[in-house]
């Protein structure tokens, strides 16, 4: 059964820099796109960042642009979201997605705060 597992969330100061995974299992991530979209509390989803394929090319909103990066590990199959300057107004559950399949993980909460 193919599913997607986010990690990696938590509390950071402003500033600050985590890094969320979303693992694969059942499912070649790198035959796919790969979405990271975020949703905070009372709005409504907004999307984030895209990985193509194998890692062939990467989009990013413009809330993120310049801070967040994307990125593939096809041995562990696994994407990443790399966040630095984090600011309060990321805040928000964090998802992956692969929309070809439907899948969606549960999510894991990124709080930034000081």
């Known amino acids: 059964q193919a599913q997607l597992v986010e990690s990696g969330g938590g509390l950071v100061q402003p500033g600050g820099s985590l890094r969320l995974s979303c693992a694969a299992s059942g499912i070649p991530l790198r035959t796919y796109y790969i979405n990271w979209f975020r949703q905070a509390l009372g709005k409504g989803p907004e999307w984030v960042s895209e990985?193509?394929?194998?890692?062939?090319?990467?989009r990013y909103s413009d809330s993120v642009k310049g801070r967040f990066t994307i990125s593939s590990d096809n041995v562990k199959n696994t994407v990443y979201l790399q966040m630095n300057s984090l600011k309060p107004e990321d805040t928000a559950v964090y998802y992956c997605?692969?929309?070809?399949?439907?899948?969606r993980g549960q999510g894991t909460q990124v709080t930034v705060s000081s």
């Open positions: 990985i193509k394929s194998g890692g062939q090319g990467v």
């Open positions: 997605s692969l929309p070809a399949m439907g899948l």
